[in-house]
């Protein structure tokens, strides 16, 4: 089963976003940064698919709890098959958002920009500058206002292999010969 790690700053909306996709509430949600400090695991259903969703904190270092937070979080990136990497839209680009980004990309996964808070079309604007991180997979949405967070999810089903090439890639005794 393919893991899927949500990640961002503190207050992002990766608790809700964990929330919607799961279509119910598992994990805590709040206006008060630093919410969430535990990952937090869960089977999801998207389409056809079946994924471990993965929640984390907040990825801020301001004190030595945060940082051991952002420690697990990244930790949790590690393990992870594919990344949604969560931004808040309202506020716009951010150098660290930027300097984190980069560093998920040099993991090798399949990441996605996950521009939050995007609660209307003229918010949608603020997403341009986004662009800057140089990657196509970036998802404008509200997770509050559930606006195009299905266009999220038919990316995760896309790239989330079927069962039948699950198994092929994962057999460590698979024999290329034989095939010949």
């Not at 986004?130 to 509050?144: L, R």
């Amino acid at each position: 089963m393919k893991k899927v790690v949500i990640l961002g700053k503190p207050n992002v909306g990766k608790s809700s976003l964990f929330n919607r996709i799961l279509k119910k509430q598992e994990a805590i949600t709040s206006d008060v940064s630093g919410t969430t400090r535990d990952i937090k695991k869960k089977i999801a259903t998207i389409g056809e698919k079946e994924i471990e969703l993965i929640d984390t904190g907040g990825l801020e270092e301001k004190d030595e709890l945060f940082s051991k937070v952002k420690i697990r979080s990244l930790n949790a990136a590690k393990e992870a098959d594919i990344i949604l990497y969560v931004v808040d839209g309202k506020k716009g680009l951010d150098d660290e958002d930027r300097k984190l980004f980069f560093e998920l990309l040099k993991q090798n996964k399949k990441i996605a920009l996950v521009v939050n808070k995007i609660d209307n079309d003229k918010l949608e604007e603020n997403v341009w500058d986004f662009y800057s991180f140089g990657t196509k997979n970036i998802f404008p949405i509200s997770v509050a206002h559930n606006r195009k967070v299905s266009k999220l999810l038919d990316w995760i089903e896309k790239v989330v292999p079927d069962k039948k090439e699950l198994i092929i890639l994962e057999d460590d005794d698979l024999d290329i010969e034989s095939f010949l």
